[in-house]
Each structure stands twice: as C-alpha cells, then as structure tokens.
C-alpha cells in the first residue's frame, strides 16, 4: 500500500513538472519572437489602427529569408531589375503596403531585395506580392516605374506597366544563368546572366503577345483612326522602338481612341 502511494507522489511530481517545462517553452517562444521583430517596416492596411497606419515589426509578413547571402561577384550581368537600390511601396495580395527605403528585384529568383536600418541585404519571397511602386530616390512621392505580376502561358511573373489606361504595354524580362565553358586561366566556369525581353499588350482583361515593336504588330491590338495617324505623322512616330510606342499608347489612352 505504501509502495502505491510512493508511487501516486511520484506521478503528480512528474506531471507538475512537465507542466512547468510547457510554461517555460511558451515564455521562449514568446520572447524569441518579440526579439526577431525588429525591422520596423511601415505598413498601411484598412483594418489597421485608427487611421489606417501602424508601425508593424514582424519582417515574417514578407516571408523574410533572413541572413540570405547575396553573392554574385563571379556571375557577369546582373539578375536585378534595376540594379540601384530604389525607395519602393509594395503592395501584398493581403491588402497590406509596406514601404521600403532600398529596394531592389531579383528577377533570377524573384525575391525581393531589402536593406534593413543595420544595412544588412536580406531576402523576401515575392509569392504574397500584388505589385510594386519603385520611386524616384530624390523625390519619394514620383512613381518612376510600376511592377505587376500577370498570369501568362500558365506562369506568373512581374511584367513592367510602361504604359497606364485601357491599354498598357507590358514588358516582361526573364533572367536565367548561363553555365559556360571551363576557363583554365580563372581555374572556374564562366557564368552570365541571360535576359528575355518579351512585351505584350493588356487590353481589358486580355493579354496577348506583341509580336515585335512595330506598327504592323500594334495594328493587331488597336485601331489606328486618323487622329492617331495625324499624330503619328505630326511626331514623325514609326512605332519602331519601345519609347516611340509607349509615346503612342499614352496618346491613345488619353484620347480614349
């Protein structure tokens, strides 16, 4: 009878515990994440604080990669869109905007690129991101370039919006690494990054590929009515290259052509 009673003690000993280790693994827990919050990211959402902004410290909201090194001094070319550090307004599929101060996309690996207040470069999965503002760096409040992902062929990529209204001229790069020969003298692989550029026009809700950058090309997408002739022949545009048909399309756009 004793040895049963002993042996009741010892199981309450045990459970009271492992209690205690449960209480303990929660207060760690807890604290290890209050310390990796601490990149101070400004983020807007509509459900947010009294006037829509806080102060939101949880770089997880990014699906940060942190400690990602970024090394890419043996590869010739670059993987970057831009490859200056840009401010920047991301907007996530959640409805969230976050704000960053250097910014920059990896179209290699589609991260995302950020410098946290220490200047360490860290790594963000782009998968929760809608599209991206770059801003000009003198003057914040200057859109410089807009960044969206589309579905194309099944995939989904950034595309450059180079032009905004009923019709916009996209412009897709995608970036891939070449392995090339032994270099005997360098005693390593030649590697290069090797760009696509593909452009495509979004009319409504249809994406379809622009052949090439011609005028015979756009005449598939748009109508060319003589106010549009007479202002192709009063700028001497021959639709021949990028800027002459962003040119075109925002003249279009503004005059609901």
């Given at each position: 009878m004793v040895a049963k009673i002993g042996d009741h003690f010892f199981s309450i000993k045990i459970i009271t515990t492992m209690r205690k280790l449960i209480v303990f693994a929660w207060v760690c827990l807890f604290v290890t994440n209050a310390v990796a919050q601490n990149l101070n990211l400004d983020v807007n959402g509509s459900a947010i604080g009294a006037n829509g902004v806080v102060r939101f410290n949880d770089p997880s909201l990014m699906g940060e990669k942190r400690g990602v090194k970024v090394d890419y001094?043996?590869?010739?070319?670059?993987?970057?869109?831009?490859?200056?550090?840009?401010?920047?307004?991301?907007?996530?599929?959640?409805?969230?905007?976050?704000?960053?101060s250097k910014l920059r996309l990896n179209l290699y690996t589609n991260d995302i690129h950020y410098l946290d207040p220490t200047g360490l470069e860290l790594a963000a999965d782009s998968k929760i991101v809608n599209d991206i503002l770059v801003l000009d760096p003198d003057d914040s409040a200057k859109i410089v370039s807009r960044v969206k992902k589309y579905i194309v062929d099944g995939k989904e990529s950034f595309f450059l919006e180079l032009t905004q209204g009923r019709v916009v001229l996209l412009k897709r790069t995608l970036v891939t690494l070449f392995k090339g020969d032994y270099d005997v003298s360098r005693a390593k692989n030649d590697f290069r990054f090797v760009r696509k550029i593909d452009y495509y026009i979004k009319s409504d809700t249809k994406i379809s590929l622009l052949e090439s950058l011609s005028r015979e090309s756009l005449s598939s997408h748009v109508l060319f009515d003589e106010k549009g002739q007479n202002w192709l022949e009063k700028n001497k545009n021959k639709l021949k290259n990028e800027d002459q048909i962003v040119d075109f399309l925002d003249f279009y756009n503004s005059e609901g052509l």
């Amino acid at each position: 009878m004793v040895a049963k009673i002993g042996d009741h003690f010892f199981s309450i000993k045990i459970i009271t515990t492992m209690r205690k280790l449960i209480v303990f693994a929660w207060v760690c827990l807890f604290v290890t994440n209050a310390v990796a919050q601490n990149l101070n990211l400004d983020v807007n959402g509509s459900a947010i604080g009294a006037n829509g902004v806080v102060r939101f410290n949880d770089p997880s909201l990014m699906g940060e990669k942190r400690g990602v090194k970024v090394d890419y001094s043996d590869v010739r070319g670059s993987c970057f869109l831009n490859s200056k550090w840009s401010p920047a307004i991301v907007h996530l599929r959640s409805k969230a905007t976050i704000k960053f101060s250097k910014l920059r996309l990896n179209l290699y690996t589609n991260d995302i690129h950020y410098l946290d207040p220490t200047g360490l470069e860290l790594a963000a999965d782009s998968k929760i991101v809608n599209d991206i503002l770059v801003l000009d760096p003198d003057d914040s409040a200057k859109i410089v370039s807009r960044v969206k992902k589309y579905i194309v062929d099944g995939k989904e990529s950034f595309f450059l919006e180079l032009t905004q209204g009923r019709v916009v001229l996209l412009k897709r790069t995608l970036v891939t690494l070449f392995k090339g020969d032994y270099d005997v003298s360098r005693a390593k692989n030649d590697f290069r990054f090797v760009r696509k550029i593909d452009y495509y026009i979004k009319s409504d809700t249809k994406i379809s590929l622009l052949e090439s950058l011609s005028r015979e090309s756009l005449s598939s997408h748009v109508l060319f009515d003589e106010k549009g002739q007479n202002w192709l022949e009063k700028n001497k545009n021959k639709l021949k290259n990028e800027d002459q048909i962003v040119d075109f399309l925002d003249f279009y756009n503004s005059e609901g052509l």
